[in-house]
């Protein structure tokens, strides 16, 4: 029997984050079921990460793993080309991650800093007892009986674990994105800048890599025609190329495609609770963000860090400390709701395709409740 005060189901950026947050102060087992985080798109790490990474006392370290800098954001939306320059932003520039090396990294933190780590093994059952949790851990050398006072659901958006518990995923779109990697081979390589672009279809995305690598990324909806088309080889590359604002950056990249389009989920979700009695969720397990927000890491962190602290107060008998991390979360996804629907509803060129006039009617309807509440 592995006996913790804090189990936490998944090891990536928002449950890692909690782990090495709570270690020092009690015994954390992290579980995740792969032995090594995986090579997966998300990169764009905002400036104001920063103070999250400093106030966790990880800054410094953060500076050494030679991660690329991200300058700013370009975008062709609406018509307009528009740069949002981060040297007039107080927290600097952000950051163009290696994802796999900062996922592994802050797995590493945690271990250095007293966590437990079970990897692989997933969840097969967990049921409430006297003093917390009982649990059974999936692994390859056969099943493994665990028990802890708090768990902490950091499983990503499928939020298996509070699933179990009875909480309910809310989703709120049906956004996907198709993605691959390619190699940089020309002179304009590294520009150090996110590009976006809006189409009929969806928003594209690029963005230079560490180590001579792009990504280069169409989100669309599940059930419209680009969904299909992102199925067709070489379809992704050759239609980015044709656009007007992304042809030329990869043009002067010299970027060449390398492997398979790729297919995630990018939806919005909310999980509803976010947290019950003895429980709570981090990250997208708890709030998953379109990409267009870049939020997603920064949450992650952010949650992480304020469960750490809420499972402190409650293991210290707070009553309050589930309450106030609830009340967080309401106020993360109000906020994310109303920056999302402002940023779509500034592109009105395609008025009859499905994508945006989706877009238009949430935003809409969000005014609309906004003025009769104010009213
Ligand atoms: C297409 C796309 C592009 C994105 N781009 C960006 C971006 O540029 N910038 C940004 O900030 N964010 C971006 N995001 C969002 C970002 O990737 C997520 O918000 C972030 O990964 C959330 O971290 P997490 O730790 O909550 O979840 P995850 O990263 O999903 O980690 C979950 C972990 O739990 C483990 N796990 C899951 N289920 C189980 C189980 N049953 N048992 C054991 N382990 C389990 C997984 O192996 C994984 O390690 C993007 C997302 C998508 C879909």
């Known amino acids: 029997m592995l006996h913790a005060d804090v189990l936490i189901l998944g090891a990536g950026p928002a449950g890692a984050t909690a782990a090495l947050n709570l270690a020092g102060e009690c015994r954390v087992l992290l579980v995740d079921r792969h032995a090594e985080p995986l090579p997966r798109i998300g990169e764009s790490l905002p400036p104001a990460a920063r103070r999250l990474l400093t106030d966790m006392g990880l800054w410094e370290e953060f500076l050494a793993q030679g991660h690329a800098p991200c300058f700013g954001n370009r975008s062709l939306w609406n018509g ?49 007892c006297a003093d917390g949790w009982r649990l059974v851990l999936e692994t390859p050398h056969g099943p493994l009986q665990a028990q802890a006072r708090i768990l902490i659901d950091g499983g990503g958006r499928a939020s298996t674990l509070a699933k179990k518990l009875g909480a309910r995923r809310n989703r709120q779109d049906r956004l996907v994105c198709g993605w691959l990697y390619g190699e940089e081979r020309g002179a304009e390589n590294h520009d150090g800048l996110s590009h976006i672009e809006a189409s009929a279809q969806g928003w594209w995305y690029s963005a230079a890599l560490p180590g001579q690598r792009r990504v280069l990324a169409l989100h669309t909806d599940a059930d419209l025609p680009g969904a299909r088309l992102l199925r067709r080889g070489g379809w992704l590359d050759a239609a980015a190329r044709a656009m007007p604002g992304l042809g030329p950056v990869l043009r002067n990249a010299g970027f060449r495609a390398a492997g398979e389009v790729r297919i995630a989920a990018a939806h919005s979700s909310q999980l509803q609770p976010g947290c019950g009695p003895g429980w709570l969720a981090v990250g997208d397990a708890a709030l998953s963000f379109d990409p267009l927000s870049a939020q997603g890491l920064f949450n992650a962190l952010y949650t992480g860090l304020a469960a750490a602290e809420t499972c402190s107060r409650a293991l210290r008998g707070a ?25 779509y509803a500034q592109e009105t060129r395609w008025a009859d395709a499905p994508f945006w006039q989706r877009r238009q009617r949430r935003s809409a309807h969000a005014l609309l409740a906004a003025s009769s509440l104010s009213g």
């Open 319 to 343: 009553p309050q400390a589930m309450r106030d991390y609830r009340q967080q979360l309401v106020s993360i996804a109000d906020a994310y709701r109303q920056h999302l629907d402002f940023w």
């Open 80 to 128: 307009l080309a528009a740069e949002q320059d981060f040297l007039r932003d107080p927290d600097g520039h952000g950051w163009h991650l290696d994802r796999a090396r900062f996922e592994s990294w802050l797995r590493d933190k945690a271990r250095e800093r007293g966590a437990a780590l079970r990897a692989p093994a997933t969840l097969g059952s967990v049921d409430a």
